[in-house]
């Protein structure tokens, strides 16, 4: 198999993309995984590995590219991904608790951003009232981020907003039937990955 990163020139910019296929000559069919909520990473393009072996021409794009890079995932005991709401209750608060204060450069790290793609991500949640900006008081010069009451509700509801968007955009470009076909595929794809899953 032969893999490499692309850019992809938009009128907003250049969007990385992730891309493998056979190592002989094509043409081979395209196939575009596409990310969910929580962005690019590297259970996406192994399903795309697995794909493109069998004779397809597999990209993931990466459409937080308007942000920069975008990379944030949860994971459990056995080191398998999983969404914010299969997290434990506690974790799950941790992370959408309102109150809860980072720093710029905490947030770039956390989501693996630039600094400056953290702060103009921080001045549009805060237009929205989704987030307050809050100075140190032992240090006037840090500048912390506070996630507010209604910005906790709107991230506890993301997943459901993402979802119907994406059916919007994109649910009437298959079938039924090719929908059945493409959960089917993409199921033992991920059961296959899943250590300890019967093959």
């Known amino acids: 198999m032969k893999e490499r990163f692309i850019d992809i020139e938009t ?3 250049r969007m990385g993309t992730f891309v493998t ?3 002989h000559d094509g043409p081979f069919p395209a196939v575009i995984i596409y990310m969910d909520i929580w962005g ?4 996406l393009f192994e399903i795309a590995r697995r794909v493109g072996t069998v004779g397809y021409y597999c990209l993931v794009p990466d459409f937080y590219y308007r942000e920069g890079t975008v990379r944030h995932e949860f994971r459990d ?3 398998r991904m999983i969404s914010l ?4 209750e506690e974790r799950r608060q941790r992370v959408i608790a309102p109150g809860r204060r980072l720093t710029m ?3 770039a790290d956390a989501l693996l951003v630039s600094r400056s793609g953290a702060t103009r991500l921080i001045d549009r949640l805060e237009k929205r009232g989704w987030v307050d900006r809050r100075i140190a008081p032992h240090d006037r010069r840090v ?3 506070e996630l507010t009451r209604e910005g906790a509700a709107a991230f506890a509801h993301m997943g459901a907003v993402f979802a119907a968007a994406f059916e919007e955009r994109f649910g009437g470009l298959l079938s039924d039937e090719e929908v059945a076909a493409l959960r ?8 296959a990955s899943t250590p300890g899953a019967a093959t």
């Open 11 to 13: 009128p907003s910019g």
């Open 77 to 79: 005991e056995q080191n």
């Open 105 to 107: 450069f905490e947030l």
């Open 143 to 145: 500048v912390r981020a």
């Open 184 to 191: 089917g595929v993409l199921a033992k794809l991920l059961a």
């Open 85 to 88: 709401h299969a997290l434990d």
């Open 21 to 23: 296929h056979p190592e």
């Open 40 to 43: 690019v990473r590297d259970e």
